[in-house]
């Protein structure tokens, strides 16, 4: 136990055996519904030749993966921080890539942009990159994901919606409270939001296990059912129904293993293409990780003076990777989850909690309707607890200071106003050197941040670009 402890530097890091299990618990239920979403987002489009992948094989393939993956991050970065596969990263390749060429030649190019990212850390030049990013712009960094995080709790549980008309969003449905689903979600998040006053240990774990037992119960009495369906419910659960299983196991299809091609899109697609969608790809999840990482580091007091985590080369080296394995078990590809948070936020200081994470991961592969147990309902909750937590760090930022604010002030809200990541990080670095520019300051910004900056231009610019070669 003593070089178990030193190896993984639990008593270092001032954390518990205790609290890394409960941190590992609290990450895996607040990220275990990727096991069901993923699959769904997938077998949603068809790829250029009109096939669909299926969903059990992409279900336990994303299950598998993401155990590996959160597993290997935990023993070599030795930080909290859990991976499986990217949202957003899925739509892209399922909706943009795949209609293009074969899901093998899509998937074959998601395993290029992870190993260009492997060599950009092994080369030392995304760790510069990192470091270029001025303090307090990781600060803001942080905080817009706390932001962002508690907008994704909103959004996913149903408090808040989408309208047609004037405004663009309001609250559940006409602006009334009319849902099981919505009213176990609002008893969730208070009932959670009191034991984290109180500081009980394991206030988020106890809150979302509460929650799926009130939501069991609810099912069970009220058979709500799930939203959508070829009826329509609007009153249903968002994903998971949480009803208790007629059988815990399911024999996992690992077909899809190694079903990739890296030379295919480029016949397919053309040369032009194929590099366009590896570019988008590859900043997406080049900037989303290192967001992440700053925001957990943050929530968990692990930064240093300069807003770095420790072994910053490690964490970005084994997200890489796990982006080229999300392509080679064609699930997409896989990176850092911001709903480690959650298990920082109960405790979590190093990579043990991880192996909790991963081995929950690697049951699930094997027992998926276990992980379908829990909707969204109650680990929404867990997310827009983190969120606040999180949103506090915004008093280290200088305000005053409009250098240095109004980059902030973007980064924060454009997270989640766009509901992307990478969107916020891009406007904070393009605005800050703008404005450095403007001010007859170029020499107070690192070199490879104007390069950065140029780089998020062309992101933006992808629409009309992509227009022009297509």
């Known amino acids: 136990m003593d070089r178990f402890d030193r190896f993984f530097e639990i008593s270092a890091r001032g954390s518990t055996l205790g609290r890394e ?10 990220m ?5 979403l993923n699959p769904l987002i997938l077998f949603g489009a068809t790829d250029g030749d009109g096939a669909k992948l299926a969903i059990p094989a992409v279900a336990a393939a994303t299950a598998l993966v993401a155990g590996v993956m959160t597993i290997l991050m935990g023993v070599v970065a030795r930080f909290p921080l859990a991976l499986a596969a990217g949202l957003g990263v899925n739509a892209l390749v399922a909706y943009e890539i795949a209609p293009e060429m074969t899901w093998a030649d899509a998937m074959g190019l998601v395993v290029i942009e992870g190993v260009i990212i492997a060599i950009l850390v092994l080369t030392g030049l995304r760790t510069a990159v990192f470091r270029s990013v001025p303090t307090q712009l990781k600060t803001a960094i942080g905080v817009g994901i706390g932001l962002f995080l508690a907008l994704i709790g909103f959004v996913d549980a149903g408090f808040v919606k989408g309208n047609a008309g004037s405004p663009p969003v309001g609250l559940g449905i006409g602006g009334v409270i009319v849902t099981w689903p919505l009213l176990v979600f609002v008893i969730g998040l208070l009932a959670t939001l009191l034991l ?6 394991g206030a988020i774990l106890i809150g979302i296990l509460g929650t799926t037992v009130l939501a069991v119960i609810v099912e069970a009495v009220a058979d709500v059912g799930p939203a959508g369906g070829p009826q329509g419910n609007p009153h249903g659960w968002s994903l998971n129904v949480p009803e208790w299983p007629s059988s815990w196991d399911a024999t996992p299809d690992l077909s899809l293993l190694g079903e990739f091609n890296v030379l295919g899109a480029w016949d397919r697609a053309g040369v032009l293409v194929a590099l366009m969608f590896v570019f988008t790809l590859l900043l ?5 990780t290192m967001g992440t990482m700053v925001a957990v580091g943050q929530e968990g007091g692990l930064l240093d003076e300069n807003g770095t985590p420790p072994r910053t080369r490690e964490i970005l080296l084994v997200d890489s990777v796990a982006a080229a394995a999300g392509g080679a ?15 920082v936020a109960e405790g979590a200081r190093t990579g043990v909690a991880n192996l909790v994470t991963g081995a929950l991961f690697l049951v699930a592969v094997f027992l998926a309707p276990l992980v379908e147990i829990v909707p969204f309902e109650a680990a929404s909750a867990a997310l827009v607890i983190v969120g606040f937590l999180m949103l506090t760090a915004v008093r280290t930022i200088d305000w005053t200071d409009y250098e240095i604010a109004i980059p902030a002030f973007l980064t924060i809200v454009l997270m989640p106003f766009t509901y992307s990541i990478s969107n916020g990080i891009g406007a904070g670095v393009v605005t800050y050197v703008l404005i450095k520019l403007v001010k007859g300051k170029a020499r107070e910004v690192y070199p490879l941040l104007y390069a950065v900056a140029v780089l998020f231009v062309l992101y933006f610019l992808r629409g009309p670009i992509e227009t022009l070669i297509f």
């Open 196 to 201: 984290v006053v109180r500081r009980v240990k």
């Open 329 to 343: 078990a064609s699930v997409s590809s896989n990176t850092s989850y911001i709903e480690s948070a959650a298990g």
């Open 21 to 30: 299990i409960r941190g590992g618990f609290a990450t895996f239920f607040t």
């Open 32 to 36: 275990a519904y990727i096991v069901v």
């Open 284 to 288: 997406t999840d080049f900037f989303d």
